[in-house]
């Protein structure tokens, strides 16, 4: 097993890459192993390619030579493993069920061996098999597909596998779910790089959402409600209009014509989270906002998201991210007013 580690990157509210831009272009490099996905290989190059030059995007294979792909086509890249050791960011995309395997061949190890330890690293999918397999996710938290979270879990008891989530982010080492869930990471790397503004743009140009409520669950496979059962996306989009309000399980419940039971069942089933945590969620998203595009006092700013005090904010925002509102606003404050 091959045992290898990331460093730690720099404080992101100390680098100038999360302040006023630099003009920097961070360099990522997709790696293509055989049987890869089409769909997952070309989103690296889709989200990040779309950050207004912030990025370049190489796709390189173990030797340089073609790969076959899950489909009926081989894919040529331009760039053999030596540029792994040129990335700032590596992303690992999913590849066929048959090559899933607890050894990795020779090649792989060799390709991993060369990405730099301070570089960051993504997987997709069933990437994360490959992190697993090198030993980069000993006592980590990770993700992979739902459907593979039991195979997952029997080859690799030492990692903390949460399958209920599109994306686990350990700061040097980034495991996103199935398929679209790329776009999810991508997407959160370019906010975490550079800002929701950017990356709210790229997410219109991708004709995406730049974020996905809740997280695998909802798209486990469960039977599918009677057509005439109403559904909380109503409810939801009437709770975000809100969001400044003391709103209860109760005003959502009531809201939708449910008992408090039935739309809490069916609110976690749509959402892949409870109702409460959900609000939370939103609040800090609109909090977070707030924070990057305006000089609203902290306490203001909790007040118009619904959080009782600032002392819950910073509480909140903690949790989420790991930082308190000032720093977090020192980080983007610089953009925002270049």
Same mark, same amino acid.
């Given at each position: ?83 792994? %050791? @040129? =990335?700032? !960011? ?5 590849? #066929? /069920? ?5 050894? *990795?061949?020779? $090649? ?119 057509? %005439? @059962? =109403?559904? !909380? ?5 009437? #709770? /975000? ?5 003391? *709103?209860?399980? $109760? ?88």
């Amino acid at each position: 097993m091959l045992q290898t580690s990331c460093g730690e990157r720099p404080d992101p509210t100390e680098t100038s890459r999360h302040g006023e831009y630099d003009g920097s272009v961070e360099r990522v490099v997709v790696l293509a192993l055989d049987g890869v996905y089409p769909f997952e290989l070309g989103i690296p190059n889709r989200v990040f390619g779309s950050a207004e030059g912030r990025y370049e995007i190489l796709t390189c294979t173990v030797d340089g030579r073609p790969v076959r792909s899950s489909s009926d086509f081989s894919i040529t890249v331009e760039h053999g493993p030596e540029v792994l %050791s @040129t =990335a700032d !960011t590596v992303v690992i995309p999913p590849f #066929a /069920l048959s090559q899933i395997s607890a050894d *990795l061949p020779e $090649a792989v190890t060799a390709a991993l061996r060369a990405i730099r330890p301070d570089a960051r690293i993504v997987s997709i999918c069933t990437g994360a098999f490959v992190l697993a397999a090198a030993g980069m996710l000993a006592g980590r938290r990770a993700t992979t597909h739902w459907q593979l979270a039991s195979l997952f879990r029997k080859m690799f008891p030492d990692v903390d596998l949460d399958a209920d989530v599109l994306f686990v982010d350990e700061d040097s080492l980034l495991t996103s779910a199935g398929a679209a869930s790329g776009v999810d990471v991508c997407l959160h790397l370019v906010r975490k790089d550079h800002g929701s503004e950017l990356a709210n743009r790229v997410a219109r140009s991708c004709v995406v959402p730049p974020w996905r409520d809740g997280g695998q669950a909802q798209y486990i496979e469960q039977p599918v409600p009677e057509p %005439s @059962t =109403a559904g !909380t996306a109503a409810t939801r989009q009437w #709770a /975000l209009e809100r969001l400044g309000e003391p *709103l209860t399980l $109760a005003d959502l419940a009531a809201h939708a014509r449910m008992s408090l039971r039935t739309f809490a069942r069916r609110f976690n089933d749509e959402v892949g989270m409870s109702p409460g945590r959900w609000l939370i969620q939103q609040r800090v998203v609109r909090a977070r906002q707030l924070l990057e595009a305006s000089d609203l006092p902290v306490d203001q700013i909790a007040g118009e998201v619904g959080f009782a005090t600032g002392t819950s904010l910073r509480q909140h925002l903690h949790a989420a991210i790991g930082v308190s509102p000032q720093a977090y606003r020192r980080t983007f404050q610089a953009a925002r007013q270049s």
